[in-house]
């Protein structure tokens, strides 16, 4: 297995673009990165005596820690491809492996750099994803120690998305889907807090019928994005989304106006639709005869 394990980690470095590319990840890294996850797989030293399981652990790790050094060599590792990397780990490495301290601080450092340096949409979406992986791991303890590093992370990022040029709006959308999960991530005395401060987060993109007119056309599709988010929030949290909104009346009135807006305007939709598919019905063919008929008499 070592011998096998390194042998995959070497093909991922050398298959793997300069790390100043956001170029596709090639088939070939991808297989690689496949393969490094089965070995990395509590199944694979399943059986062996505790003395050996405690040395594959080990092995793994270490695995993992060179993978990530790999990056900030002068040529390494594409960035995507550590991404792709810790997302598709996140489902097999043994949770001991991901909640190690000296990994975890590792992950971190490597992928808020990545981050902070991300230059692309494509980066940044493969960035999110993988927390997104991270966050809904099956073990609490791996899932609230990325969430306490990362979380910030993208809830800054969903608080300047006004500012975003140009507006990536599956991007958004993506990040908005990883932040939801906190809320049954937080224990339950603390849900509300959760609660509240995601609705205050998507309340910032929250139009009405005084600025909606004028609003951007990125402004409109944030409109949109913000509304359905609360609306999962109310939908999946009543209890605690009915205390938030009982607590802030100005919280509750901007987004009571906000579904006002989207009812008008879904209304105002339907019915021009309705218009001109009657117009439609009711317009006369035009023939017009392009054929001579002067020669007949």
Not at 8 to 30: C, H, L, R, Y
Not at 125 to 137: D, G, N, P, R
Not at 153 to 176: G, N, R, Y
């Amino acid at each position: 297995m070592p011998i096998l394990l390194y042998l995959v980690i070497s093909i991922i470095k050398e298959v793997s673009p300069a790390n100043n590319t956001d170029a596709d990840v090639s088939p070939a890294v991808t297989k690689a990165l496949r393969t490094f996850a089965i070995l990395c797989k509590p199944d694979s030293f399943n059986g062996e005596e505790e003395k050996h399981t405690s040395q594959s652990l080990q092995l793994v790790l270490s695995a993992l820690v060179y993978l990530l050094e790999a990056y900030r060599e002068p040529r390494g590792l594409q960035p995507l491809v550590l991404l792709y990397a810790v997302a598709i780990l996140s489902h097999s490495c043994p949770a001991e492996v991901l909640a190690c301290e000296r990994i975890r601080e590792q992950v971190v450092s490597t992928v808020t750099s990545i981050w902070e340096k991300a230059g692309t949409s494509k980066v940044r979406k493969a960035f999110i994803q993988m927390c997104q992986t991270l966050f809904q791991h099956p073990d609490s303890i791996v899932s609230h120690c990325y969430v306490r590093s990362l979380g910030p992370l993208l809830c800054s990022h969903l608080l300047h998305a006004t500012s975003h040029q140009p507006l990536d709006l599956q991007e958004i959308s993506m990040a908005v889907t990883a932040v939801e999960v906190l809320v049954s991530l937080t224990p339950a005395e603390h849900s509300v807090s959760t609660v509240a401060l995601l609705c205050s987060l998507f309340s910032t993109y929250l139009l009405n019928t005084v600025n909606y007119d004028s609003a951007t056309p990125q402004a409109k599709q944030l409109f949109t994005v913000g509304l359905e988010a609360i609306k999962t929030l109310a939908s999946n949290h009543p209890q605690q989304f009915k205390v938030v909104t009982s607590n802030s009346p100005p919280l509750r009135s901007a987004i009571e106006q906000a579904f006002l807006l989207h009812q008008s305007n879904e209304a105002a939709a339907q019915k021009k639709a309705a218009e001109a598919s009657k117009q439609k019905q009711q317009a006369k063919p035009a023939i017009q005869l392009k054929m001579n008929f002067g020669n007949f008499t």
